[in-house]
């Protein structure tokens, strides 16, 4: 029903900055909540953000409030995360993702990696 397809991951030194893509598809994408979760190697894949349909609402794990920025582009079907002042902690494969109206995450990206260094 949704295709997600991110872009705009790579390799980026402490406190620099890089912004996610996530280009979706299919006519359900204004009706979702969208989010973006990471996965480090050996680590569970962890919530990061999420945007209500209108982009009126969004939520933040604690680890990235103030410097991760999430924001929606109905009319061009993406959303975007904003990163900045990155850590190394932030290095992880980087996941968008369309939720159910509960909040659980249904439909996948492919996933892009974020690897910021020292």
């Known amino acids: 029903q949704v295709q997600l397809v991110e872009s705009g991951g790579g390799l980026v030194q402490a406190g620099g900055s890089l912004r996610l893509s996530c280009a979706a598809s299919?006519?359900?994408?204004?009706?979702?909540?969208m989010g973006w979760f990471r996965q480090a190697p050996d680590k569970d894949r962890e919530f990061v953000a999420s945007?209500?349909?209108?982009?009126?609402?969004?939520h933040y794990a604690h680890s990235v409030k103030g410097r991760f920025t999430l924001s929606r582009d109905n009319a061009r079907n993406t959303t975007y995360l904003q990163m900045n002042s990155l850590k190394p902690e932030d290095t992880a494969v980087y996941y968008c993702?369309?939720?159910?109206?509960?909040?659980?995450?249904?439909?996948w990206g492919q996933g892009t990696q974020v690897t910021v260094s020292s």
């Open positions: 993702a369309a939720h159910l109206p509960d909040g659980t995450p249904r439909y």
């Open positions: 299919g006519r359900s994408f204004r009706t979702n909540i």
């Open positions: 945007i209500s349909s209108g982009g009126g609402v969004t």
